[in-house]
Structures are given as structure tokens and as C-alpha cells.
């Protein structure tokens, strides 16, 4: 029963990867429509709508199982939510600024390219993890950190040995991705997460509907032109994708979790070169093959960890 559950939980994580690898495609026909902020806007408002509606009925379900177990759930106090409403908006100021700089970036690189160069995230958050509170790194994220540089290289520099400005910034987002989840990691244990997260994605909405409204010009003809990117983006990248998360991931191992859904961009890629017709040159196949061994690569634990596991098994 628990090797079928496992499965099952692997599966899902597996459609997660597989929602967030095409939704590239629908980020970028709406970059090419809409001004970034305001398509976020909107994706985040239709997603927290999604979250509201998941949160319902997650807690429906959680007062039936502490019913039938006997049991009383915790209650919380104005504690909690006072440091909800205050560290939830903080740290999604990083997650933001990570979705404006790729969605901006995505009007001018290719959604798979894009992809490939925004999975370096999963590269930088042990780093920055080291760097902000010196957890420990294994000698695998330094070394996927060299296949990454080297895979950059090829995939985004010219034979005239110089990089788009638009490659810089999608690798500008990922910074801020790799920021969110290491202050996510430290302050999301305290929460509900599907309470954080909806705290999370109100703030995003308001922000970047604000910013679509007063600098983009955001009307109504707009969001209408670009509506199937945002119900796939909204429902499926936000509200359906954070459901099979947050369930699968506590039947599964966590590093096979992690490969399962970096495994994105590869169905980006794939995405990319169906519905956009993008193709990638020799040089940049190569700088791919590296990106995705250095994504693989960071994922390892440290050695000691690694020991320690294998003498537990014997």
C-alpha cells in the first residue's frame, strides 16, 4: 500500500512539472499582448480565488478527520496571523520580482531557452542558503555550479562573445526565485502553508495589478486577449499545481520530489518546439545537457549525509 502511494505521490509530482512546463508557452504569448505586471496581476487574482477554494475544502476535510479521530484542532491566535500578514508580503517580494524579471525577459527569449535558464534557480538555493545563514552545502552544488557557468556559456553566449540583455534577465529572476525559497524555508514552518500562500499571492495580485493600471495601461481588451494564459496560469500553474505539491510531497522522498518537478524544463522544451515551432542550435543542446547535469548535481546531499544514510542501511 505504501509503495502504491509513493507512486502515486511521484506521479503527481510528475503532472506538476509537466503544468509548469507548458504554462511557459502561455507566458509567452501573453508577454507578446500584455504588459507583464498586469498579466501577473491577473494570474495571481484568479490563482488566489483557486487557493481560497482549496483552502475550503482542506479544512473541511481536516475537521472530518479530527472528528472521527476525536481530536481538536489547534487553535490560533492574533500571534499568528500578525506574523503572517507581516512575513508572508515580505517574502513574496522576492518571488515577485523573480515573475516580473522572467515574464519581461520572455518577450524576447524563447519560452524553452527561458525554461532551461530559469531551472539555474535550483543551483543558487544552497548557495544563497550558505551565504544568508551558512547551512551547509554539499560539494555537489559547487561542482553543478562550474557545469552550470560552463553550460551558460553555450547556451547563451555568441560567437562574438557577447550575451542578450534579455538572457540576463531572466538569470536576474532566478536569483530572486532561489531568495523566496530560502527565506521560505525558514519561515514557512510556522505557518499553514496554504494560509501563506494565499497571504502571498493577495499581495502579488494588488501589486501588480497596481503596477499594470497606473504604468502599463491595463484595460479590459487586454486581459480578454490573453485569457486561456491566464486560466491555465491562474487554475493550473498556481491553483492545481500547489494541490499536487503540498499532498505528494509528504508521501515521497525529497530529493526525488525535487528532480520529479525540475524536470520543467525539459517539458517546457518540449512545449517550446510543438506549439512555438522553437528549435536550439548544436551549441546550445550542449549548453542544456550541462544545465541539466548541474541542476541534478546540486540536488545531492553532502557527503556525510550520503554516509551516514548508507550505514543506517546496514
Known amino acids: 500500500m505504501q509503495k502504491h502511494i509513493k507512486l502515486w505521490s511521484n506521479i503527481m509530482l510528475l503532472g506538476t512539472a509537466v503544468i509548469w512546463g507548458s504554462q511557459v508557452v502561455f507566458q509567452k504569448i501573453a508577454a507578446q499582448r500584455i504588459g507583464a505586471a498586469s498579466f501577473l496581476g491577473a494570474r495571481y487574482t484568479l490563482g488566489v480565488i483557486t ?5 475550503y475544502f482542506m479544512a473541511q476535510h481536516e475537521k472530518r478527520r479530527a472528528a472521527a479521530a476525536g481530536e481538536t484542532l489547534p487553535a490560533r491566535d492574533s500571534r499568528y496571523y500578525k506574523r503572517l500578514f507581516i512575513i508572508a508580503p515580505i517574502c513574496v517580494l522576492s518571488n515577485l520580482s523573480g515573475n516580473l524579471l522572467f515574464q519581461i525577459g520572455l518577450e524576447y527569449v524563447p519560452a524553452s531557452k527561458a525554461a532551461f535558464l530559469n531551472a539555474i534557480y535550483i543551483v543558487f538555493t544552497p548557495i544563497l ?39 540576463l534577465i531572466i538569470l536576474a529572476s532566478t536569483i530572486f526565485y532561489a531568495l523566496h525559497i530560502v527565506l521560505i524555508a525558514k519561515y514557512v514552518k510556522e505557518f499553514v502553508g496554504v494560509h501563506f500562500s494565499i497571504v502571498e499571492f493577495t499581495t502579488a495580485a494588488v501589486i501588480c495589478l497596481a503596477i499594470g493600471i497606473i504604468v502599463e495601461g491595463l484595460t ?69 545537457v550541462l544545465i541539466s547535469a548541474a541542476v541534478i548535481l546540486a540536488q545531492f546531499p553532502p557527503v556525510t549525509v550520503i554516509r551516514e544514510k548508507l550505514d543506517g542501511k546496514h
Do not use: H
Not at 487557493?51 to 483552502?55: K, P, Q, S, T, Y
Not at 550558505?130 to 560567437?159: D, H, K, P, Q
Not at 481588451?221 to 499532498?247: D, K, N, R, W
Open 51 to 55: 487557493m481560497l477554494v482549496i483552502a
Open 129 to 167: 542558503s550558505w551565504i544568508v545563514y551558512r547551512n551547509r552545502t554539499s560539494i555537489f552544488t559547487w561542482l553543478g555550479t562550474l557545469l552550470a557557468v560552463v553550460g551558460l556559456y553555450y547556451l547563451c553566449m555568441t560567437e562574438a562573445l557577447t550575451v542578450d540583455w534579455a538572457d
Open 220 to 288: 479590459m481588451e487586454q486581459i480578454m486577449s490573453v485569457i486561456p494564459s491566464i486560466l491555465f496560469c491562474g487554475i493550473g500553474g498556481i491553483g492545481i499545481c500547489y494541490a499536487l505539491q503540498v499532498t505528494a510531497q509528504k508521501y515521497t522522498d525529497p530529493t526525488i520530489a525535487a528532480l520529479l518537478m525540475s524536470l520543467e524544463a525539459v517539458f517546457a522544451a518540449f512545449a517550446g518546439y510543438i506549439f512555438l515551432n522553437e528549435r536550439f542550435t548544436g551549441r546550445e543542446i550542449l549548453g542544456i
